[in-house]
């Protein structure tokens, strides 16, 4: 569809429905203008925070994340689907706040010690953020310490590790070790990934899993999720 023709679809003249398959429609094409008006119109025709989050934008990740699964999307697509999400996030964060409705769960991710790059972490970040979860993101060259007390002050349910280089791989391993040697290993599910990479490596170094990819790295956590709350 052109631009002119999207600068033809008035929103709010939308019965609901529409309005959130145009969002949907919106998100996978990365604008963000256009999320941040939908999403306020949803809101001052009496939907709750928490709908307009699972139906419009949720859902609307949901499907750009299986597309970027697949290979029909590419990381600046997502990238720019993201960042769409996020402009209507800024509106839903206080008023989900206010309702004290809970995320599906908690993140702390970081790029490991050595390692600069974010791309990938950042990614992951906001896929995350776009599924219901709370993230916090350490950014990059994070030592063990940094994780430790990113651990200590949010109490996530998930560590996420990042690293692009096969020299920061093993620091992966610094960090799980040192939650086993303080007892508090079991207490976290610690997803890990980075192009170098693999499964065998995740196992070998006591993650919970390897994510190939943000996608993937989605649909783990909400699956050990779901399992550790229902053990």
Known sequence: MSEEEYDDIDLSALPDEELVEQMHD???????????EGTQILLDRG????????????????????????????VPEVLMSANAMKGGMEI?????????????????????KGDIHDIGKNLVSMMMEGAGFEVIDLGIDNPVESYLEALEQHQPDILGMSALLTTTMPYMKVVIDTLVEQGIRDDYIVLVGGAPLNEE????????????????????????????RAA
């Open 47 to 74: 939907w709750a925070a928490t709908k307009v989050l699972d139906e419009a934008l949720v859902e609307g990740m949901r499907i750009v994340g299986i597309d970027f699964r697949d290979g029909i999307l590419f």
């Open 92 to 112: 839903l964060r206080p008023l989900l706040a206010e309702t004290g409705a809970e995320p599906i769960g908690k993140m702390v991710i970081g790029t490991v």
């Open 201 to 228: 490596f995740g196992k070998a170094i006591g993650a919970d899993a390897y994510c190939r990819d943000a996608a993937v790295a989605v649909e783990t956590a909400q699956a050990k999720i779901a399992e550790k």
């Open 26 to 36: 919106d998100l996978y094409d990365g604008l963000r203008d256009e999320i941040v």
